[in-house]
């Protein structure tokens, strides 16, 4: 089976950088898969890293270590209409994905 | 809106009525996936198709539901019987070959 760990919640400022932490238990992996959903909204893909290392798109980036079954979600810059919640997924075969239980991301002014 | 489609949007029902959504994929999605997410959490893999065939299926898929996609194109999620705990949002999810997944907006489902 797969378990995924990460924050419930983090707060922070308008223009500072942000970190959300995924730690995962699973039998299969391809890979880890970041997606963000504001209320009321779909899931919407953000990143995706099979390989060790850090992706860079904009202001987000994702890294993992699949020695350590841990990656990251770094958001710099932070806006507004970047308050959601963000899940880590860990995609298995087939390309399905367990997600974790999400990060509600609350940016103030 | 060349996206992921489902309908209806929301629905409420009486325990132990039947239930049927659809989900429209993007159309040169070969895969298709259902999901469904409960108030606060991740989304919960329920079942997935690759063209028409339902090659997984998760222990979370009571046999009170079945899914098909007969033509390999559009997909419905039935629930039979419904239960309150059958409320929830209920995602549809399609992927081509070499592209992520991209989600539809959910049905919302209220059993009362």
């Known amino acids: 089976g797969q378990s995924l760990e990460q924050p419930s919640e983090v707060t922070a400022v308008e223009g500072a950088i942000v970190q959300i932490n995924c730690t995962y238990q699973t039998s299969g992996f391809y890979g880890l898969s970041w997606y963000q959903q504001h209320d009321g909204g779909a899931p919407t893909f953000l990143s995706y890293n099979a390989l060790d290392g850090l992706e860079e798109t904009g202001r987000f980036s994702s890294f993992l270590s699949r020695s350590d079954s841990y990656g990251y979600l770094l958001l710099q810059e932070l806006q507004m209409k970047d308050s959601a919640s963000y899940f880590c997924a860990v995609r298995a075969a087939g390309n399905m994905l367990t997600f974790g239980g999400g990060t509600r991301l609350m940016v103030k002014p | 809106d060349t996206g992921v489609s489902q309908d209806p949007r929301h629905k409420i029902t009486k325990r132990g009525q039947n239930v049927t959504f659809r989900c429209d994929p993007i159309s040169e999605h070969n895969r298709l996936y259902w999901y469904r997410q409960t108030l606060g959490q991740g989304p919960e893999f329920l079942t997935y198709f690759q063209n028409e065939a339902q090659l997984e299926k998760s222990r979370l898929l009571s046999d009170r539901f079945s899914a098909e996609r007969p033509k390999g194109s559009f997909s419905t999620l039935e629930i039979q019987r419904t239960e309150q705990g059958d409320s929830a949002m209920y995602l549809c999810?399609?992927?081509?070959?070499?592209?992520?997944?991209?989600f539809g907006q959910g049905t919302r489902l209220t059993v009362v």
């Open positions: 999810a399609s992927q081509g070959s070499d592209t992520e997944a991209f």
